[in-house]
């Protein structure tokens, strides 16, 4: 329970919450600058953008189960794409940085960046949810 009132950032709301120097002690350095700063990774620099293999992909973070890879395809962007997230996986805000109206995905369960979503995916939904490799860690099917 809170005593005292702090400014409302958005980290605070989620069902994880760690310190900065917690996250920074936990995390690589690019995840820790993507997922806890908002960063973007350079394009085909993820191993994930290759991965083929059935599985799901995690928040690097906090584990949590994202994107199923079913829904993975390739957008030719150089970041892991995918159409559909898991159910109640991620969250969207509206990013304004870079003079740019974007939506902004982020873990549900840590409020960890991963990426933006964009309305120029493929069927069924036409969502192009636009990840960082470096913000999630791919678990093959069968080794949960
Ligand atoms: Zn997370």
Avoid: I
Wanted: hydrophobic share 30%; glycine share 12%.
């Amino acid at each position: 329970m809170a005593l005292f009132k702090r400014d409302a950032a958005p980290e605070e709301t989620y069902p994880v919450q760690k310190s900065e120097a917690e996250w920074r002690a936990s995390l690589s350095p690019e995840a820790f600058r993507v997922l806890r700063q908002h960063g973007t990774e350079r394009p085909g620099t993820s191993p994930l953008n290759a991965e083929k293999r059935r599985g799901t992909f995690l928040c690097a973070a906090c584990g949590q189960a994202l994107f199923e890879s079913g829904t993975k395809f390739e957008s030719g962007t150089g970041w892991p794409s995918f159409w559909q997230p898991l159910p109640d996986a991620v969250g969207t805000t509206t990013d304004r940085s870079f003079f740019m109206t974007r939506t902004e995905v982020h873990c549900a369960n840590c409020g960890g960046h991963l990426g933006h979503v964009f309305p120029d995916g493929p069927p069924p939904t036409g969502q192009r949810y636009c990840m960082n490799g470096a913000a999630m860690r791919f678990e093959p099917e069968g080794t949960g």
